[in-house]
């Protein structure tokens, strides 16, 4: 009994020990995301607050503005 334990745990233990190995290797092999055409119209996340409101204003890199929804003001 004692050493179906200590077996068990230790299969336990390196089941544990694969799987936290697994996610680095898994977003390693994905490897840099490449920029193209069709995510360069895609809005991305607020990086300047608005003068007006002070709603976060989101960036378009195609265009090279911020913009605020809320105002509907373009600043760039």
Do not use: W
């Not at 991305?44 to 002070?54: E, F, L």
């Amino acid at each position: 009994m004692k050493r179906t334990k200590k077996i068990l745990a230790l299969v336990l233990a390196m089941m544990m020990a694969f799987s936290l190995m697994a996610m680095p290797a898994m977003a390693y092999e994905e490897g840099e995301h490449v920029h193209t055409e069709a995510c360069s119209d895609v809005a991305r996340i607020p990086a300047m607050q608005c003068y007006n409101c002070g709603r976060g204003m989101t960036y378009y890199i195609g265009e090279g503005y911020f913009y605020c929804s809320r105002c509907d003001i373009r600043v760039g």
